[in-house]
């Protein structure tokens, strides 16, 4: 399951599917904000969805004609809403408006190339770092709480058939932890403390399982989520406090792409939906 | 599936454009609004009414503060843990009239400073006359901080100095001299505080000790046992030093009342604290900021317990990095509003500072607060210690001096990606100093500059520092205000971590006028310390309150000083003393002080 899936369809087992992901992160938003207060305000948090909302609706409308189902902007603000930290109002807007906005602008063969959400991210660390930064922090470190998120988010990404992809980029992160710790010198547990904590659990179990914008392969996807680890490690030894979005950012797109010269090279593609 | 009209994609891609330029086009609006910098003393005196001048070496202040040596198992990250110490306290601790500045140093064998204002403008080191010089030896710790308060009613200020090793309590005997008076107080024999208040809990009229807990008060940092010392947290930190409520008994003792006063519900991380009587019910409150956590507020309930109220109150939820704690009145509304320091850092952490500004009562009981801070423009610092409201140009509305600066050493060196590799993760991970990653020299949030918030009046403050030559990149940790050289303007003193203090003379406009008030509690407060101060002008109302303790590690003069702006018309001034009496005092004239004796009915 992903932050950003959006299904159409209207029987029980789609809708079951359709709100799953909704339905989720929105328990682990409650339970977490109600246990530690993540949130810096709820205010913050709805200013996201509601610019989610708004730029989903209107672009949809815009470009299309039609009313789109909102349950994928509504991960995509709740997922802003969580991620960035600023006391502004603004970047949470504004990182809401670019994550659903990437998907209708950097489009290849029908279908959007970047998470929604990292390439929001990614677009706030770059563009407005000085207004805003990103969870990394916060969401306490007990390990209970530790552990319940990380059972729920694997069962979660199991189900959705999407464990091994986590499954490969925590591995690899363990190992290219290893390396770094041999590199720099720090402790071993230094290298890998980052993934005991909330922005990882996001970034994994949420993150790169997203089904629209994975490759379709189960290998594939396997690889990727190796390359994204060792293009993280890459940018960690260049000191990148927030190198996993970064890495999924550089090597989603272009896995995806890859994967369509490949896919159109061997076969002719079938499916299609909106395109720009 | 239809293709998109041509049209329609110009109009997508320029709203994206829009989009991605939307924050480079606010900090061009930002960087026009400030506009600012560097200016000559009349132009920032017709501007913004204030120029400060640093002064220290011509008034021969000339301390410089050295960071503590600690146990070779945390020479990786010395830099980081010994990043507090540099505090300043002020006080007329001689009863000449002038107020004295002591300054705190953290170095085994450096001497802590007591500057004695000779009242000409010029001030001299008597520490080691008084008594308070030689405090920072092998056995005992180092200085983190002092406070002043008549604690015996005998009309002297004494003074409580904590360390992270023994605490020591100070009997002023009036002659120019202290007496040590730690071991018959009955104060703990070790504790790793960083912050302590006078306040009379109790209102039997004797000055109450708090003292906030910082790191665990087992862990001595000479001979750690141990390299489980750091946070269990950076957000939700559950090991931090205990905190400690004395009662004063009278007779030179002092009772520890913590548990039964409900100060041990909680192990935050305590690094400052300061109080007022905040519901209005006639009993001290108590706030703290605590690091690595929630900020904390303790509601007197009629001088028997505190009462956590931080939650209820609105302002101890959404945890932070809690560096500082200070009461004004931004409004000129007659109330306290709490400011709070917090840490930002562009791109890695922004959590904004806390104004916390009284929105009503929950109950009956609690009063609520609502953070106006982003609304006020005082809300984005960057690693702050010491925020504290003073009016520095006697326009009749408190501003705001924010220190700001952790670790200043290689330049252009950052040591943020390793600390946010590291903090992020489990209690077992970052709870031990072994697993942080070593510092190597490299800066840490240095070179910050600090923060001077002009209020303008009308809802919003303005940055100024460098326009009135207040332009200060050292690690600032402590400051006070008082009025050092007469002149009716708040003089300030920072005290800089690992560096010299800094001293400004502050200059108003000269047709900003002014009216300071000094208050003389009737023993055996005579410090008048908990008493709160209102003065009505041109239809407002602003309340001060008279503390031993605020902001971070710092004690301003026990004056209270008050702003008046141009051609004032003045109505009245309204004390509170700490027994709950009320005095009213009409008839009063501008650019004075005057002094006001507690009645004794």
Known sequence: MSLTSSVTGFNPKELLKRFTAPLLITLILLASHLSFGILDSLGHLMTAILASFLTEAILHRFLFGSWRDLSSAYISGISAGILIRSPLYWPFALCAMLSISSKYVFRYNGRHIW????????????????????????????????LVIWIVGLVTVYRASRFHISAVYVLSFFFFGWIRSWITGDPYLAEIS????????????????????????????????????LVEFALRLSEAVYAPFYALFLVGPVAMVLEDLWTTRNRPRSESTHSL | MKKTAGWKKIVLFLFFAGLIATPALLREVEERQMGER???????????????????????????????????????????????GASVSITDYNRDGFPDIYLTNSRFGASNALYRNRGDGTFEDVADSSGLARLNEEGVGVSMGAVWGDYTGNGYEDLFLYRWGRPELFRNLGN???????????????????????????????????????????????????????????????NGGRNY??????????????????????????????????????????????????????????????????????????????????????????????????????????????????????????????????????????????????????????????????????????????????????????????????????????????????????????????????????????????????????DL?????????????????????????????????????????????????????????????????RTIHFGLGTDPELDRLEIRWPDGKQTILRDLKPNRSITIEQPEN
């Open chain 1, 194 to 229: 980052a993934i005991t904590g909330p922005m990882y659990q996001l970034f994994v179990l949420f993150m790169i399982t997203d089904p629209k914008t994975t490759v379709r392969s189960r290998n594939g996807r396997m690889w990727v989520a190796f390359m994204i680890a």
């Open chain 1, 115 to 146: 998470n929604p959400t990292n390439f929001g991210v990614v677009m706030i660390l770059l563009f407005a770092s000085d207004y805003a930064a990103v969870l990394s922090i916060q969401w306490g470190s007990q390990m209970w709480a530790m």
């Open chain 2, 245 to 490: 409520l004395f009662l004063n008994n009278g007779d030179g003792t002092f009772e520890d009342v913590t548990e039964s006063w409900g100060l041990l519900e909680t192990r935050r991380w305590t690094l400052a604290s300061t109080s007022a009587d905040l519901n209005d019910d006639g009993y001290v409150d108590l706030m703290l900021a605590n690091d690595y956590g929630v900020d904390e507020l303790y509601l007197n309930d009629r001088g028997e317990r505190f009462r956590r109220a931080g939650e209820e109150s609105g302002l101890g939820f959404v945890p932070k990095s809690g560096m500082s704690a200070d009461l004004g009145d931004p409004f000129n509304r007659g109330e306290l509003s709490i400011y709070v320091t917090n840490i930002s850092e562009p791109g890695v952490l922004m959590q904004g500072n806390n104004l916390w500004v009284p929105s009503g009562t929950r109950d009956g009981l609690f009063p609520v607060y609502r953070n106006l801070a982003s609304s006020l423009g005082i809300e984005r610092g960057e690693w702050g210690y010491g925020g504290a409201f003073g009016d520095l140009n006697n326009d009749g509305f408190q501003d705001l001096y924010v220190a700001n600066g952790y670790v200043s050493a290689e330049p252009g060196t950052d040591y943020w990606y390793d600390y946010a590799k590291v903090v992020g993760g489990n209690r077992q991970i970052i709870g031990d100093a072994r697993n942080w990653p070593a510092m190597n020299g490299r800066t840490f949030s240095g070179y910050q500059q600090n923060k001077i918030w002009i209020n303008t009046g009308s809802g919003s403050f303005r940055e100024v520092s460098t326009a009135i030559g207040g332009a200060l990149s050292l690690d600032s940790r402590s400051i006070a205000y008082a009025d050092l050289f007469g002149n009716g303007g708040l």
């Open chain 2, 176 to 238: 120019g001299e202290f007496e040590r008076a730690t071991r018959e107080a009955g104060l703990p024999e070790w504790i790793n505080a960083n912050t302590a208040v006078w306040m009379d809990v109790n209102r039997d009229g004797y000055l109450d000790l708090f003292i906030g807990g910082y790191f665990h008060e087992e862990i001595n940092f000479w001979n750690l046992e141990s390299t489980r010392i750091m946070p269990d947290s950076y957000e939700y930190a559950t």
């Open chain 2, 38 to 84: 560097g200016m000559d003393r009349e132009t920032a005196l017709q501007r913004h009414g204030v120029w400060l001048q640093e002064v220290s070496r011509d008034v021969g202040i000339d301390f410089v503060h050295h960071r503590p040596t600690l146990d070779p198992l945390l020479e990786h990250i010395h830099e980081q843990v010994a990043s507090v």
């Open chain 2, 493 to 557: 003193v920072v005290a800089n971590q690992n560096g010299a203090v800094q001293v400004y003379r502050t200059t108003a406009r000269p047709d900003h006028e002014w009216i300071r008030v000094q208050l003389e509690g009737r023993p055996p407060n005579t410090s008048a310390i908990g008493a709160s101060v209102t003065f009505f002008w041109n239809g407002m109302a602003q309340q001060q309150v008279v503390t031993a303790g605020r902001a971070f590690s710092s004690q301003s003069e």
